[in-house]
């Protein structure tokens, strides 16, 4: 498959490596759609990250960690059969180990070993398919006619677990980033209709 990595200050190349498989039970293979470059993204590739600072990312490095995509491998184990292949799904960027006492309270950014796709201990979604653990999805649309707006792609899962319903498809209404300063909003959108603009990225000297 083909996957884009940071291989310095500035510098991304597009690489083939080995198809993404499913090494656990717990965990579905996705083929990925639009995946969205978040300030994280740029502070690696313009080197100014800490996570450089401190190594805990090195170069090469698989990027990406906010996207959305279809589930092409369902898990092998019961506790996935509400993942159905052809859902649209994203995830929770951030994988706790789930076993730990942390994780057993509630507290699961307090995990020891958590994890936290395309920064560290786990590989990044810019690549066609992406094995993720089932209990980080969030699935969006399960229709069988579901399609994967880029759109969604600009819903964090914390808004989407609130906005999105069973009863009320593809209506994302509060298009707001969790990592820090939300991108974007619109106050008011129809629901059934995802109704957002693009956004761009205008450097300033």
């Known amino acids: 498959m083909r996957a884009g990595f940071l291989t310095g200050v500035r510098a991304v190349e597009i ?23 978040c300030g994280t993204d740029l502070e690696l590739y313009h080197g100014t990250s800490n996570y450089l600072r401190n ?13 959305i995509g279809t589930i092409e491998i369902p898990l092998e184990i019961s506790q996935g059969k509400h993942l159905k292949p052809g859902a649209i799904v994203t995830e929770n960027t ?14 699961k950014n ?18 066609e398919l992406l094995t993720i653990p089932a209990h980080t999805l969030t699935v969006i649309d399960e229709e069988a006619d579901a399609v994967p707006h880029p759109e969604y792609v600009l819903i964090e899962p914390p ?6 319903d069973h009863g009320m498809r593809n209506d994302c209404s509060r298009p707001w980033c969790s990592c820090s ?5 619109k106050s008011s959108t129809r629901q059934r209709h995802l109704g957002v603009p693009g956004v761009g990225i205008r450097e300033t000297s």
């Open 159 to 164: 808004t989407r677990r609130q906005s999105l």
């Open 110 to 127: 307090l995990c020891e070993r958590l994890r936290e796709v395309g920064l560290y201990g786990h590989p990044g979604t810019a690549a």
């Open 55 to 67: 190594k805990r990312t090195t170069c090469p490095h698989l990027f990406g960690h906010e996207w």
């Open 94 to 107: 951030m994988i706790a180990c789930l076993p730990g006492d942390p994780c057993r309270s509630g507290h």
């Open 15 to 37: 690489r083939k490596i080995p198809d993404a498989r499913s090494e656990h039970s717990d965990e579905a293979i996705i083929r990925v759609a639009p995946v969205r470059l």
């Open 181 to 185: 300063i939300p991108l974007m909003s």
